[in-house]
């Protein structure tokens, strides 16, 4: 008999199992796929680390979070300076003084705050859509040059039929600064974020290849408690319904020449392009291999045994997922968490920290 049972080996189960094994608590954790890590899984090929779900890049203003996540790994000082594609144009992101004097050779914040504001003044309402606000926020330009293309791709809908909640901060920058965050600690895990989630596994015994949701009386009669982290909806054989997600597919290739793009992330925001970006992986770690390792990410629609990577938090899906957290409730051996079991994206960051409060709750309340 088990104290806890961990459905789920990605981030925030590993850090709960890393604290939950501290006190002496026996975890068990069941893993649908074959590898640890969830998304954040990484390997290494021919020297370079792959990021196998799409770029996971680290980072946080909150010292303890740093802190803690530095006993597992070295990180190194890999600033994240994308740039966007756009047919022939390449322009730095996010939106600085180097994307609006590329955009339109101005050299000065008034005088491409003075284009952002004259252009913004074509929606003269209330905006009802993405497009209206993105268009009020930063002028047509830039939005049909480096969001138009790219969100109806990741959304799979025109940009006039999604809800501003989606991207309701569009951040302007007037500084030549391409860092596209503004978080004081920043890196990379040296050797990649497997060995760190290795590392906070440890103690506890890991199941690969089973899938609870279709064997869970089995596995619920192993412990005392259930951590669930996978899609909520899902836990309850979708009684109430199914939740909404977009997927990705991912392409990654080997190619035989020591530098692809020049750039770890670059973003295509045309709409005929197929591909939302293109990760040069070796770039994370400042590779110096003669060949490379190139991922492109396409955004599809989710269905059966796909990822379901992001979650669509309109008005129909929350109120769904209200429901299902009703039922949630009644179920007092079984903690829901994680992205799935909350039904929100969130960042690493965001991640650890929601799950060392959840641990040290569990450990004050035993």
């Not at 750039?263 to 392009?273: E, F, G, H, L």
């Not at 379901?308 to 051996?333: G, H």
């Not at 920290?353 to 004050?364: F, N, P, T, V």
């Amino acid at each position: 008999m088990y104290d806890y049972l961990l459905v789920g080996s990605g981030l925030f189960n590993a850090v709960v199992a890393n604290e939950l094994n501290k006190t002496g608590a026996k975890c068990l954790v069941v893993e649908r796929r074959n590898h640890i890590g969830g998304n954040c899984y990484t390997y290494n090929q021919e020297g370079i680390i792959v990021h196998a779900y799409g770029a996971h890049i680290f980072r946080t203003s909150d010292k303890r979070i740093w802190d803690y996540l530095c006993r597992f790994a070295e990180f190194n000082h890999f600033i994240n300076s994308p740039i966007a594609r756009y047919n022939e144009e390449i322009f730095n992101l996010p939106f600085n003084m180097n994307t609006f004097s590329r955009m339109w050779g101005v050299f000065s914040p008034e005088e491409a705050k003075k284009i952002i504001s004259n252009q913004g003044k074509e929606i003269d309402y209330e905006p009802s859509n993405l497009e209206e606000h993105a268009i009020k926020m930063v002028g047509r330009d830039i939005y049909e040059k480096l969001i138009k293309g790219y969100t109806e791709k990741q959304w799979g809908k025109k940009c006039s039929e999604l809800p501003i909640s989606i991207m309701r901060r569009i951040p302007l920058r007037f500084t030549y600064d391409n860092n596209y965050y503004n978080d004081y600690y920043q890196g990379i895990p040296i050797g990649g974020y497997t060995p760190i989630i290795e590392k906070m596994f440890k103690g506890s015994k890991i199941v690969f290849r089973r899938d609870y949701c279709k064997e869970k009386t089995y596995w619920n009669a192993k412990a005392n408690k259930i951590i669930y982290t996978g899609a909520i909806d899902e836990f309850y054989d979708y009684k109430l319904g199914r939740l909404d997600y977009r997927s990705l597919r991912f392409e990654t290739e080997r190619i035989n020449i020591d530098n692809y793009q020049g750039v770890a992330v670059v973003n295509y925001t045309s709409r005929d392009i197929p591909y939302t970006r293109i990760i040069e992986h070796k770039h994370f770690e400042y590779g110096k291999q003669t060949h490379t390792i190139i991922t492109r990410e396409y955004p599809e629609l989710f269905g059966d045994g796909m990822e379901p990577f992001y979650p669509i938090n309109d008005e129909k899906n929350t109120i769904l997922y209200r429901k299902y957290v009703e039922l949630s409730k009644s179920e007092p051996k079984v903690i829901l968490g994680g992205r799935l079991g909350t039904y929100q994206y969130t960042d690493m960051q965001d991640t650890i920290k929601m799950a060392l409060d959840l641990s040290e709750k569990e450990i004050r309340n035993n």
